[in-house]
């Protein structure tokens, strides 16, 4: 395996001008650009990054925490996260945390200690002012954290309007809204005020009912909505946080005998795969899921940079309707 000498050795240069020529430091003529290239082609030559990573304190690697792999909508997030930052020579170090705090903060520090150019991390309530001290870049998707560097969020409150109204016009007269998971505060609650405030306007009946931290976790909803729905048999609209519980509401109104779209309208949240391969499709709220996921990229790369990015950014959202409200 040719070494960084054996290229300087090839194209007749010194060591430090070769390292120089690959760290795109100080002034390099095109002509001795062109010969180390050419040198380190013919000999096959692969930089170690790693070297390079030590000397530049940072690699060309974002460190992304997720609370599931498993979630559509994580799974989804992770690739066009891996996608946006490919497209600017990066790679991510990906990990799975499961929701456990002590795991975030192991994860964390792992990331610091790999020294990567930052992090993108997800919704949860882990305490990073301890990360904080360590200068790297963290950017927080739907979460929003005083000491982070910065934060992409989607407009929730407007998601939960447009599934209310969404309902209202499909007919609808007393709705249910399965919102996020109890004692958990997390931006997507605003779904609920949106979703209220909406309801309230039209005079419209409806009734709120939060998951727990095991459901969250186990990603299995069905005895919940099961109660709910056998206990209120007026409920003619269901608004889900995510089309995952959605297409549980379609299961259990299989189960119980409840017809969707006709005796019961359905929207969802996220507008992941998911969404489009259930009978019927479910009417769901986008969430830019893929402009955010470029935009955690580029907002690391451009702290990493020195550059000035902005502290919450807030992308709209929009309402896709399908065949469970029409």
Known sequence: MATLKDVAAKCGLTVTTV??????????????RAKVY????????????????LSKKSTKTI??????????????????????????????ILANSKGAKHKEK????MCTSNRVAGVILFSSSVQVSEFADSKIPLVTVERFIENGTAAVECDNEQGGMLAAQALIDSGCKNVLMISGVVNNSMPADDRVKGFAKVCEKN??????????QDQYESLDYHSLLDSALKLDSDI???????????AQV??????????????IKLVGFDDVMISRLTTPPISTIHQPIKEMAEMAVELVISATEGKVVPKRTLLPVSYIERESTI
């Open 106 to 109: 192991e994860y964390l520090d």
């Open 203 to 212: 005079g419209i009946s409806y009734k709120e009912i939060v998951t727990s």
């Open 236 to 246: 003619d609209g269901v608004f889900a946080s995510s089309d995952l519980i959605a």
């Open 63 to 92: 460190g992304v925490i997720v609370p599931h792999i498993r979630h559509p909508y994580f799974s989804e997030m992770i690739s066009n996260i891996e996608n946006a930052a490919n497209k600017q020579g990066y790679k991510i």
């Open 19 to 32: 390292s120089r020529v690959l760290n795109n430091r100080g002034y390099i003529s095109e002509e001795t």
């Open 250 to 263: 379609l299961q259990v109104c299989g189960k119980i005998g409840r017809k969707v779209p006709e005796d």
């Open 38 to 53: 050419a040198a380190m082609e013919e000999l096959n030559y692969q930089p170690n990054e790693v070297a390079r990573s």
